[in-house]
């Protein structure tokens, strides 16, 4: 676990379940979340959820499958809203903007937090195009030179660009599923966002693969602010600073990575960790 | 009445049959040890079968023969001397008469003696033909039923045999279907020959003038060219297409990205509705309303349309097609996969940015089908263009004149009196077999890109 040991000091601090979201963090704090809450029609998916999210490291969720994890990640970026009768309630703030304030504007905030998605998703166009589609609708290129670096640059960053630079204009859905997620990571990054969402990016990879963008997710952590949903817990631990359990709906408890794993306080968490439940 | 007693019959038979099969196979398993072969359901599915066909047959024999059968019987009724007297109808008439009294309905007007003897006599003739007809079928099946069962033994297939059976009833139902329209390929292909013996293939497809000479004054067939009628046929469609897929594609759009769904589910069906009404009542719509308004509109803005014509057409007809293009295109959006969708919103596009920077261009090939096939519907399309085109077959390219159609000309060609012998009629098998070559290159083009775009996301 070497990745853990240069950043991260080992203190023998005690972790407490959300009573005070912030403890703990020893880098500034990015994105606030208080008392979020969901529901799907009738149905809550979410109860109260209080996180904060520190700049510049990888936080992941955990939990089993139907737990909140994907569904809180995806009121980061607003994605709910897309999703017919889902509700959000409660407060959650990126440098202190309320995000989803009447004033602000969704394709902003989606600019600044990009997402990553759990099959890759690349668009039916060229590796080219699937990059600079992100740059175009936001007019991030005044000409083509400036699209050209951009698009080699995010490539370049999300370690695709020796493997494609030779291909660029044949179609996207043509690399290896491995190849792809990267694509779609490179497609985020193109855009300048400031935090990163990954929704399970690696559960439709091969081991090889997976090991491949784990590399590069502790790579990106030195520019980007990284929230990670995985239903992998050595994932969690291998690429995450911070770790947030979640559980029913609840976030149950949340602190350093190897707090977590190593001395969790909750019951639920223990079992979790233990492989009892989930 | 004497089908529902068959009915019941068979009924019963299919009935006993398989209980009878079912009970012997069951007995099988109960043999110590045996290993049976099939389950009871299939050794009483197999004796059914076995019933089944000879009784049917036998029943099928005398559904073909009997009325010819019965007929003569009644005419052998008719004492000598007035049958001398009858001619064709008034033997039609009588036949009638006799046989209405046979089946107790008895007969207007004075009843001669001779023909209540014959109203008996074809009465007691039909119940014991009937009869007779009903015990053979019986007998049949029973002899049969007897002799399936006889063969239930625990090694017997039945299960393969039963399922053979029903393959092959499948196979006959496809069967119905494919010979269908390989026997219309060939009659039209044949009929058209027979066109081309009188008129050369050259004159046909190349010519400019249509005008047949309808009068069957031999030598002088008139001029059958093909080209005014495609014109006309051409324009219509583009007009058609003009209309009905920027329509049914913005509603598609509407419908599948924009609309809530309890509106959509409203919207769907009433768009859909449009497909269900009769093209003779948008062909009447045409006629009485859209005509004379562009008539008017164009008199208003000096310009000369008529109120029959290519456009009147053409717009009704794009009228008709939009919910064929809507449906086909909502569908296909539909399918698009979500996750593309949630890619594009992600990365911060707006929701049009979405739609036409991502869902279009990966629905397009789906579109272009449903467009190609909306194309082959408009060339076929016949009572619109019957009413609102004009029917003013002559080679020429304004829109807002009267025009002919290859469809309108079959109608004109094949209505009223015609013999098949001269090009006057045989022209429409020509005609039928030209459009029917255009939209089944359409169709397999159209089936073609559908597919390939099917398979990029299964």
């Known amino acids: 676990m070497d990745l853990m040991s240069g950043k991260v000091k080992m203190t023998q601090q005690t972790v407490t379940t959300s009573m005070n979201p912030s403890e703990g963090l020893d880098r500034p704090i990015r994105l606030t979340a208080r008392d979020v809450t969901v529901h799907y029609g009738a149905k809550q998916a979410l109860f109260g959820i209080s996180i904060d999210i520190p700049d510049r490291a990888v936080t992941a969720f955990i939990g089993p499958s139907g737990c909140g994890k994907s569904t809180f990640l995806r009121c980061i970026n607003r994605m709910n809203d897309t999703i017919e009768g889902a509700r959000v309630g409660g407060t959650i703030r990126l440098d202190g903007q309320d995000i989803y304030a009447p004033d602000l504007d969704v394709v902003e905030l989606r600019a600044r937090v990009g997402m990553v998605f759990q099959k890759p998703n690349p668009f039916p166009k060229s590796i080219y195009d699937n990059v600079a589609y992100g740059p175009r609708i936001h007019g991030l290129a005044r000409n083509k030179a400036d699209l050209d670096e951009i698009v080699i640059s995010s490539l370049r960053k999300a370690g695709l660009f020796e493997e494609v630079k030779d291909r660029l204009n044949e179609p996207g859905t043509g690399l290896s599923g491995g190849q792809q997620q990267r694509l779609c990571i490179a497609r985020a990054i193109a855009v300048g966002p400031e935090v990163i969402l990954m929704d399970e990016p690696c559960s439709a990879l091969d081991p090889i693969a997976t090991a491949i963008i784990e590399e590069l997710i502790d790579e990106l952590r030195e520019n980007y602010t990284i929230v990670i949903v995985t239903h992998s817990m050595q994932q969690a631990a291998r690429v995450s600073q911070r770790t947030a359990f979640f559980h029913l709906g609840n976030l149950i408890e949340q602190g350093k990575t190897e707090d977590i794993f190593t001395n969790p306080v909750n019951k639920q968490t223990q079992d979790y960790i233990m492989g009892r439940i989930g | ?161 039963v399922e053979q059976f029903i393959s092959w009833m499948l196979l006959a139902c496809s069967a119905v279907a494919i010979l269908t329209t390989l026997g ?275």
């Open chain 2, 1 to 161: 009445m004497n089908t529902l007693i068959i009915a019941a019959v068979l009924l019963i038979m299919l009935g006993v049959a398989y209980q009878s099969g079912w009970s012997r196979g069951r007995g099988l398993a109960t043999v110590g040890g045996t290993r049976v072969h099939s389950r009871p359901q299939y050794h009483g599915s197999f004796v059914a079968v076995w019933t089944m066909i000879p009784a049917l047959l036998i029943l099928a024999l005398w559904a073909y023969f009997g009325p010819g059968l019965t007929r003569s019987y009644t005419v052998a009724q008719i004492p000598q001397d007035i049958l001398l007297s009858l001619d064709q109808a008034g033997l039609n008439s009588e036949i009638a008469r006799i046989q209405s009294m046979a089946s107790g309905f008895g007969a207007t007007g004075e009843i001669a003696d001779w023909e209540a003897a014959a109203g008996a006599a074809l009465r007691s003739f039909q119940f014991l033909t009937f009869a007779g007809v009903l015990v053979l079928a019986i007998l049949a099946g029973g002899s049969a039923l007897v002799y399936a069962r006889s063969r239930i033994t625990a090694r017997l297939r039945a299960r393969t045999a």
């Open chain 2, 184 to 458: 219309i390929v060939a009659s039209l292909v044949t009929e058209a020959f027979k066109f081309f013996t009188f008129i050369s293939p050259i004159d046909f497809f190349l010519g400019t003038v249509w005008a047949p000479n309808n009068a069957a004054n031999g030598g002088n067939y008139g001029s059958y060219g093909l080209l005014p009628l495609l014109t006309g046929t051409l324009m219509i469609t583009a007009i058609a297409m003009l209309v009905a897929v920027p329509v049914g594609l913005m509603a598609a759009i509407y419908l599948s990205q924009y609309a809530h769904p309890r509106l959509r589910a409203v919207a769907k069906p009433l768009i859909e509705i449009l497909a269900g009404i009769p093209t003779i009542v948008f062909g009447f719509f045409a006629l009485v309303t859209v005509g004379p308004f562009l008539r008017d509109l164009g008199n208003f803005i000096g310009l000369d349309i008529n109120a029959t014509s290519a456009l009147t057409a053409g717009i009704v007809m794009g009228i008709m097609i939009i919910p064929f293009v809507s449906s086909l295109s909502d569908d296909i959006l539909n399918q698009v996969p979500s996750s593309l969708r949630d890619g594009a919103y992600g990365l911060g596009a707006t929701q049009s940015e979405t739609i036409r920077n991502v869902l279009l261009p990966a629905a397009l090939p789906g579109i272009v089908g449903a467009f190609l096939l909306a194309v082959s519907r408009a060339v076929g399309e016949t009572m619109i263009v019957v009413l609102a085109a004009g029917n003013a077959p002559i080679l020429r390219f304004n829109p807002l004149e009267p025009v002919g159609t290859i469809t309108v000309s079959i109608v004109n060609q094949l209505t009223g009196d015609t013999d098949f012998t001269g090009p006057q009629s045989l022209v429409g098998f020509a005609l039928g077999l030209t459009l029917f070559v255009m939209t089944l290159g359409l169709n397999i083009f159209a089936l073609y890109i559908v597919r390939r775009f099917r398979e990029q996301y299964e």
